[in-house]
């Protein structure tokens, strides 16, 4: 059987978990920051940027399923199989086989660069957001610059760039292939020739880029660890946010995110995407998968629905394929996760000795540095919360620490 069931997602991983006999490195609590670097949170100019992708990748094959549905009722039960009412759904979906897959994509980002004091011989710092979110979650459009993690990079005279995946904000939003094509093989692929641009051209930002260092959320943690993986070259260290082993929760989220067809949903900006593109059905949903409600202002979290972004049923039922050990990657690793996080934590990161995300280094046996930090009262979605602007303080100061 193909490895890609929910049970056998990340199982590789999982074990790992239980031979890390490290404690966690470090935990800060919410007021630890200094909230911004010397140079100041308005010290950023961002410019837009259009990146041309083409690329080849191996993509799971899928049988008996529709490529382009278009019906609530066939997203549930889908869901509902995978996750286990249907034991056999794996064995009857997938025939253990792959195929190329070529695609061109256009994608939008922003180069965001110091106005003065840049830091000489610095990373870029190259950030991939998770499901949910775009490229606007390392700009949290939220009082001002305080939640926006390129204000705070460029605060300490980092450069950044972020960017939409595909399928959100203003990057390709493809028609069809809810399967076949937008998987997450087809994302890595993306980012990686995303890296390859950076490190070859002057598409971003003028210039080539010597060192990068990359950063994900979530998904975009699961894509990032995947190019250590296959291409470690292409990264001088890695920042790993919302991410963990633990796959036992994934259930738990697909139920209480209520998954709905974008068009069928109210009150989101993004909501004539194409009914392959599905996200949460309600800002409860969003709440309770995201959120830590009790540590997030309600227009910090009304933002976050109001640009809800989707997602594909290839894609979630892909997620686990993209992560493998990484053991040539010989470079620094951050791990740094919202202790009520529930996708990957199933709210409490802490439940095990070590903690779940300590997991994550037996993945990196070759590190030169493995750290991992669990921020209090913080959900999933980091940013979103009171605790973003601290997050990405500790962040960039492990940027720093390591001298990147």
Known sequence: MLAISLQSVLALIAAATLASASPRLDQRSQDASTKSGPLGLNNVKCSDVTLRTSITTQNFDFVNVIDNYDSSDYVTSTFLAFTGRNEQWVAEHFPGTRSPVSSSFT?????????????????????????????????????????????????????????????????????????????????????????????NSNVIGGKKHARIVGIGHSYGSGQTLAVTSARPELLDGVALTGLTPATEYVPDTIYSGAYTPMREIAGIENRNRPRIWIATGSRTSLVQNYIDPDNADAEAVNIARRGEEGVTLGIYTTLGNIASPAPAFNKPVLVLNGNHDLPFCGSNCERTVP????????????????????????????????????SHEILLDWVISNGL
């Open 107 to 199: 994608l939008r980002g922003s180069y965001c660069e110091p106005i003065r004091g840049a830091k000489k011989g610095s990373s870029l710092l190259l950030a991939t957001h998770g499901i949910g979110f775009n490229r606007s979650y390392w700009r949290y459009p939220y009082k001002g610059p305080e939640y926006s993690f390129v204000n705070h990079a460029a605060s300490y005279g980092y450069s950044s760039f972020i960017y939409d995946r595909i399928g959100t904000g203003k990057s390709d939003i493809p028609t069809s292939g809810g399967f076949s094509r937008m998987q997450s093989p087809t994302e890595v692929g993306v980012l990686t020739n995303i890296l390859e641009q950076a490190r």
């Open 355 to 390: 903690p779940l995300p300590e997991g994550l280094r037996a993945i990196y046996p070759a590190a030169s540095n493995f750290t991992s930090i669990i921020i209090p009262n913080t959900g999933h979605g980091i940013a979103v919360h009171r605790s973003g602007p601290d």
